[in-house]
């Protein structure tokens, strides 16, 4: 199950004061879902979950990046091409770059289609990841993932906005999208904590 929020509700999750009924929804595995407009052929969609482990055992696993594979059914290759422990130059020390290579079997409507994304991801320690398109076969894609202590674990919110390069309108895709993630997260759960 999924429950959908509108945009005032994630400002306030994301400053840790979410509502009553949305804190509690997160405590029973709840994923929490906003969509938002993104452009006439892309979608943007926003969850959140809540992983009762420690943020620094969150952070070793999402960070491995070829382990993706494991979260996200529809991604069958995920690598490290190249990696940059030390600050980048115009980013806050403890910052790293990585640049990944992923690909995965998407479908649209009744179409099913191998997509590829060179990523540029930059990581500040525990508590976020930035992906960026270098290239691929979407006309633009990004996603951030961040992480907060909360409660006695781990709140994750993803946020992943994507326009493929073939027409399809975005209704579709932030349907896709909105159907999707929840289903990812909480593989991404069972396979982070084991249950």
């Not at 202590?149 to 209704?171: H, R």
Request: charged share 15%; aromatic share 10%; glycine share 4%.
């Amino acid at each position: 199950m999924s429950i959908l929020f509108p945009s005032d509700s994630m400002d306030a999750a994301s400053d840790l004061s979410l509502s009553k009924r949305y804190s509690t929804a997160l405590l029973q595995g709840e994923i929490l879902i906003e969509t938002q407009l993104r452009s006439t052929w892309g979608g943007a969609v926003t969850a959140q979950m809540y992983l009762p482990i420690e943020r620094s055992r969150v952070w070793q696993q999402v960070t491995d990046y070829p382990r993706w594979v494991q979260y996200f059914p529809d991604v069958t290759h995920s690598e490290v091409l190249h990696s940059n422990v030390s600050s980048p130059v115009g980013l806050p020390e403890g910052t790293s770059s990585k640049s990944v290579y992923q690909v995965a079997t998407k479908t649209f409507l009744f179409l099913s289609l191998q997509v590829e994304a060179y990523l540029s991801v930059s990581e500040i320690v525990q508590q976020e990841i930035h992906f960026r398109l270098e290239k691929g076969t979407f006309t633009d894609f990004c996603a951030d993932l961040s992480l907060q202590d909360y409660e006695n674990g781990t709140l994750l919110t993803y946020t992943v906005k994507a326009t493929p390069n073939i027409p399809v309108p975005s209704i579709f895709i932030e349907q896709a999208m909105q159907l999707e993630l929840p289903v990812n997260m909480r593989t991404m759960r069972q396979v982070m904590c084991g249950s």
